[in-house]
Structure formats: structure tokens, C-alpha cells
């Protein structure tokens, strides 16, 4: 009995001797004692910032430049009777017999045979803008001048102003209204340096929301670079600050009371604030404001080209090592940079030596110069680099109405074939350019990659085809060189693109 006791005894020293050392973070090895303290990962530690502080500050000091926009617009004039729409019998020849219906005599109390007038209406919009000048310039968004004939500008204590537009630029929805007061200095605000603005950062918006005029609201920063589908030189900031109708144009402030952005669209699916609102970046709407209010306009370096995303199938179908830069999909005819030889397949992955990621980074970067600037533009041609200089030309001479002709009712000649491997059926085009595929099997990578019947093969891997064959030697020849995939030029209408075909190894 005294011996089993020793034992456990001897036994729970051990126990609490082990426990002792790896208290201690001591081990014992061949009888030498080594410090072996286990090192773990720190969580996320951060020194909160005292929370005693409010917006009334910022907010005392920059409503004062923040006004109200109405906008008079004239609209279609509409009868003056008590229809309110024009009737579809107004032309009705002068002895059709349901005239008499439309020219009864003391028709809404009018002389017999008298027909109702058309009288011109007026409608009333609203938004928000902000003072950038004590002489009474101000910034708000194209849409909300629209096609305005008289703008008022409403004061943050009520007091109304007429303002005469100096201009707009819709590419990027910003307008420039000016108030004409000699007795009056405004109290204005200045654009910061949204570069410097971080996601999660404090915001607060001020404006006009649903016609109640300086409504402040605060929230944060919640992404930056938003691409909203808008144009070409979507970079919007996105914020979670309420912001409802009536907020366009209004400004979005950091803490030091600096515009950081434009508030200009809100994604809604009610039409009211979910938190999720889009802001012109101050850095973009400085540079404009000061065009508008230089000339009344915004000149920009045009360049000519349609372009598309590189993918990664692209890439590695024409020896890109990334997915960076902005495949020429087409070049119009007549443009800066089909005169200087940009081509179609042409990856431009640098202007003037600076990268370029993708198409809406190319077309900031060329709207950023202005026309008949000469600039250096990098494009991947053939597996290699090749620098092509280009005289910009300017964005605002161009016609936006397109010339090509709709190919919808292109005869498809008989006799198809299946290209192999790939679940397509082609046939020559009528014209002899290009060959036209009639048929693409629903389970194949064409239909994957979204290839449809009515498309027309015009390059394959930059080689012009015009039969089947043509098709299957620059496949070929793709797969020599250590391709795997090989990239199909494809037309449709007046709508071109590239799509990246795996090559079949069978």
C-alpha cells in the first residue's frame, strides 16, 4: 500500500512537472534544456480612434456653398383641350366622315369649326450643385441641366439666383453654371485630392434629396475605380452616404471639408438610397470644370479604334505573357490611328511608355491629351513590341453615327462544312472576305466562348480567310509555333471582336 502510494505520487510529479514546463516553455531533450516558446500569428490590432466627434464642423462650414438647381425645361407642346394627348384623328382629310366627330360646334366652348390649340408646356426638374468660386461659378451634372431653358439656383437660408449655363460635358456628366451677382460674394468650396481618399474613409453629402434642400447625410467610401456602365471613363468612387434624387450634382466631402467627388447615380432598385451611390472624382472633375469654364467645352485626344478587353485565352493565343492591355478590334477608317497603321489584332499595351491594363485605362489615358498631340503607342504585333507614333485627332469632331452597312441579310451560299474539333459549320462569305459560320453545336468551346451562327470568321491568328481551309492552315500553323489556342476575328453587323479558340490536339 505505501508503495502504490509513492508511485502516484512519483507519477503526479511528473505530470505537474511537464505541466510546470510548458508553463515555463521549457522541454527537455537528452538531458539539455532548450527554450522552445511556441510563435503564433497576432491577430489585427488597432488603436481606436476616440469617437467624440460629430459633422457639424464640416457640415456649419460648407452648406453655405452648397445650393439647389431647378431646371425649366420646354417640352412637346400638347392640346390645350381637355384631352391631354394629341388625338390620333388630328390630320383626318377635311371630308372624312368621322370629322364631325372632332369639329362639333362649341367643341370645349370654342367657335364652330375651330379646332383646339397646342400650347407649349413647361416642365420643372431639380438637382443639387456647389459653389467653386465667389463670382459664382458652380459645379453640377449634365442630366440635371438636360435640356433646360432657365436655371435657378436656390440658397442654402432661400434666396434665389437666376444662372446661365457655360457648358456641359456629357462623357463625363458634369456641367457649369454661372450665377451673375455684383452685390454678392459666395461662399465657395474647393475640390481635394480624391488620390488620397481610402476605402473606408468618412464622406458626407449634402444637397437636395427629393426637393429638401441641404439634407446632409454622412457614411464612408465603400470601393473605389466603380465601373457603372456610364462611358468610357467610368472611375467613379462609390460611397454608402444616403443619396437620393435630387442629390445630383451635389458635392461629397472628406472631413476637411474638400470635394472628393460629384455625386452623380445611385444604384437603386426601388429608386430610393440602398447605400450604394457613384461620385465623379474630384481629380476628374477638376480637370473638366476648368475646361468648361475656360471655353465652354472639353477637348480631348481621340485615337479611332474599337477595342476590347484582353483576356487570358487572348494572351496566350498571341504570346502575351498577361492579360494586360486593350486589343484593336477595329480601326475606323480615316482615323489617327489607321493612318498611322494600327491594325486590326494589334494589342496597344502602352502609351507613351506608361502601362496600360485595359480598354477604359487607354481611353482615360488618350482623353487626358489634347488633339494633334503626338503620342508613342506601344502595341504587341506578331510576337513582339513595336512603338507607332500618332497624331491624336479630336474626340468632339467625331460622328457618332456609324456608316457600316447591317450584313443581317447576308445569303449563305450551300454546300457548309464542320471545321473539326471546334462545333462549328462554315461557309464562304458572298463577298469572298471572311467565311461565315451557319451552325455552332450548343455543347462545344465556340458556343462557350459565344460564337453564334451569323458570325463571320474574317483573320484567324491575324491571317485573312475566306474558305475553310484557310481556317484550318492558320490553326496550324498556330499549333507549330506552341500555341494553344488560336484567336478568331470575328464580325457581326458592324460589331467586331476576338475570341480565343482552344487548338484540338486530336
Known amino acids: 500500500m505505501r508503495n502504490e502510494t509513492k508511485s502516484k505520487t512519483k507519477r503526479g510529479g511528473l505530470i505537474a512537472g511537464a505541466l510546470a514546463a510548458g508553463v515555463a516553455g521549457l522541454a527537455f531533450s537528452g538531458g539539455v534544456v532548450t527554450n522552445t516558446v511556441p510563435v503564433f500569428a497576432q491577430p489585427v490590432q488597432i488603436e481606436a480612434p476616440a469617437q467624440n466627434f460629430g459633422f457639424a464642423d464640416v457640415v456649419e462650414k460648407v452648406s453655405p456653398a452648397v445650393v439647389s438647381v431647378r431646371v425649366t425645361q420646354d417640352i412637346s407642346p400638347t392640346v390645350s383641350s381637355g384631352?391631354?394627348?394629341?388625338?390620333?384623328?388630328?390630320?383626318?382629310?377635311?371630308?372624312?366622315?368621322?370629322?364631325?366627330?372632332?369639329?362639333?360646334?362649341?367643341?370645349?366652348?370654342?367657335?364652330?369649326?375651330?379646332?383646339?390649340?397646342?400650347?407649349p408646356r413647361q416642365a420643372m426638374g431639380q438637382g443639387s450643385g456647389f459653389f467653386i468660386s465667389d463670382d459664382g461659378y458652380l459645379v453640377t451634372n449634365n442630366h440635371v441641366v438636360g435640356d433646360g431653358s432657365k436655371y435657378t439656383v436656390v440658397m442654402d437660408d432661400g434666396t434665389e439666383y437666376d444662372a446661365r449655363l457655360i457648358g456641359t460635358d456629357k462623357r463625363t456628366d458634369l456641367a457649369l453654371l454661372k450665377v451673375d451677382s455684383d452685390d454678392s460674394k459666395f461662399t465657395y468650396v474647393e475640390f481635394g485630392d480624391d488620390d488620397?481618399?481610402?476605402?473606408?474613409?468618412?464622406v458626407v453629402a449634402v444637397g437636395n434629396p427629393f426637393g429638401l434642400g441641404g439634407s446632409v447625410t454622412a457614411g464612408i467610401v465603400s470601393a473605389r475605380g466603380?465601373?457603372?456602365?456610364?462611358?468610357?471613363?467610368?472611375?467613379?468612387l462609390q460611397i454608402d452616404a444616403a443619396v437620393n434624387r435630387g442629390n445630383s450634382g451635389g458635392p461629397a466631402f472628406g472631413l476637411d471639408g474638400k470635394v472628393i467627388g460629384v455625386n452623380t447615380a445611385i444604384f437603386s432598385p426601388?429608386?430610393?438610397?440602398?447605400?450604394?451611390a457613384f461620385a465623379i472624382p474630384a481629380s476628374v472633375a477638376k480637370d473638366v470644370i476648368a475646361s468648361l469654364r475656360e471655353d465652354g467645352n472639353v477637348e480631348r485626344g481621340w485615337l479611332g479604334v474599337q477595342i476590347a478587353a484582353v483576356t487570358e485565352d487572348i494572351a496566350e493565343a498571341v504570346g502575351l505573357s498577361d492579360d494586360k492591355g486593350a486589343i484593336v478590334t477595329l480601326p475606323d477608317n480615316e482615323t489617327p490611328a489607321s493612318k498611322a497603321g494600327i491594325a486590326t489584332g494589334d494589342v496597344i499595351t502602352a502609351v507613351d511608355g506608361q502601362t496600360v491594363d485595359g480598354p477604359r485605362e487607354l481611353a482615360r489615358k488618350i482623353g487626358n491629351y489634347k488633339p494633334n498631340t503626338e503620342v508613342d503607342i506601344t502595341v504587341w504585333r506578331d510576337g513582339e513590341a513595336e512603338d507607332i507614333s500618332v497624331q491624336l485627332g479630336n474626340l468632339a469632331s467625331l460622328d457618332e453615327a456609324s456608316s457600316a452597312e447591317e450584313s443581317s441579310n447576308r445569303k449563305v451560299p450551300v454546300n457548309p462544312?464542320?471545321?473539326?474539333?471546334?462545333?462549328?459549320?462554315?461557309?464562304?462569305?458572298e463577298d469572298g472576305k471572311g467565311v461565315v459560320v451557319t451552325d455552332v453545336e450548343p455543347d462545344s468551346s465556340a458556343?462557350?466562348?459565344g460564337v453564334e451562327a451569323g458570325d463571320v470568321i474574317v483573320t484567324v491568328n491575324g491571317k485573312d480567310v475566306s474558305d475553310q481551309k484557310d481556317v484550318e492552315a492558320a490553326i496550324k500553323d498556330a499549333s507549330k509555333n506552341g500555341r494553344?489556342?488560336?484567336?478568331?476575328?470575328?464580325?457581326?453587323g458592324d460589331q467586331n471582336r476576338f475570341v480565343a479558340l482552344p487548338i484540338d490536339k486530336g
Not at 488620397?196 to 468618412?202: C, K, L, Q, S
Not at 462544312?417 to 462569305?429: N, R
Open 83 to 119: 384631352r391631354d394627348m394629341a388625338s390620333p384623328f388630328d390630320n383626318l382629310p377635311e371630308d372624312h366622315p368621322l370629322r364631325r366627330f372632332f369639329d362639333m360646334p362649341g367643341q370645349n366652348g370654342m367657335p364652330d369649326g375651330m379646332r383646339p390649340r397646342r400650347q
Open 196 to 202: 488620397a481618399v481610402r476605402i473606408g474613409d468618412w
Open 226 to 236: 466603380r465601373d457603372i456602365g456610364a462611358g468610357p471613363y467610368d472611375d467613379f
Open 270 to 276: 426601388s429608386g430610393g438610397n440602398v447605400g450604394i
Open 417 to 429: 462544312s464542320s471545321l473539326s474539333g471546334y462545333g462549328l459549320t462554315l461557309v464562304p462569305s
Open 447 to 449: 458556343a462557350d466562348k
Open 484 to 492: 494553344k489556342a488560336a484567336l478568331f476575328q470575328l464580325k457581326n
